[in-house]
């Protein structure tokens, strides 16, 4: 079965400063990839940033960038030079190669950013 | 550039009361369509998903059904609400089968049921 797991609930930081969102996944897939997605507070969601499990390399799109730990089931989501406007609900998810038409979303952790 | 439309907005109905919610996607054929549901403050929970016309699976049993009429188009419905049914249900697109596709989501409809 497959599994999604963000402990953090909520976080808040200061602006400019660098966050970093906990996630971690259960599967029994040797392939598997990770999404990570941004719901802001009209309900918008949207997709941020993917890694897949077959790559070494963190991914990093914009200030956006993972923190790929395989061998401990974890994929941290890190956001540099925060703004006010990443204030939004974040959610990790991860979809597996033997069941691939379905996205398991973790429960999403609450970023607050402040001036 | 491909949409995705949402009706209606919100809903509010009444326990027992039939309920049909639909998405539309234009500017991209044969998407892979998917139906998510969220309690208030909650997780993402995929309901459906159909890879193409006719063709619709479910993922979780929650007493709704979906259907695919159109290439573009997807239904959720159900003949009587739960008190449970209530949350934010999200219609979402992928262009293709990939486990690597990134998904598109709509605007949402919001659904309360008293």
Request: aromatic share 12%.
């Amino acid at each position: 079965a497959q599994k999604v797991t963000q402990t953090q609930t909520s976080i808040s930081v200061v602006e400019k400063t660098t966050v970093t969102m906990d996630c971690v996944y259960e599967t029994r897939d040797s392939s598997y990839f990770l999404f990570w997605y941004k719901q802001t507070a009209s309900g918008e969601i949207v997709f941020l940033i993917r890694q897949d499990s077959y790559k070494k390399e963190n991914a990093t799109v914009g200030h956006y960038s993972l923190n790929f730990q395989k061998p401990k089931s974890s994929i941290g989501l890190i956001i540099t030079a925060t703004q006010i406007e990443d204030s939004a609900v974040y959610f990790c998810a991860m979809r597996s190669m033997s069941n691939y038409n379905v996205l398991y979303f973790g429960s999403g952790t609450k970023l607050t950013v402040e001036p | 550039a491909q949409t995705i439309h949402q009706w209606p907005v919100a809903e509010i109905k009444a326990v027992g009361s039939p309920l049909s919610l639909g998405c539309t996607i234009k500017g991209k054929s044969s998407p892979n369509l998917y139906w998510y549901w969220q309690a208030t403050g909650g997780t993402l929970q995929q309901l459906f998903y159909s890879i193409t016309v006719g063709q619709v699976e479910s993922v979780v049993q929650l007493n709704l059904s979906a259907s695919r009429p159109k290439d573009d188009q997807f239904i959720l419905s159900t003949e009587k609400l739960l008190l449970s049914h209530s949350g934010f249900y999200l219609c979402a697109w992928s262009p293709d089968r990939g486990p690597n596709e990134r998904l598109f989501f709509g605007h949402g409809t919001k659904l309360s049921v008293l």
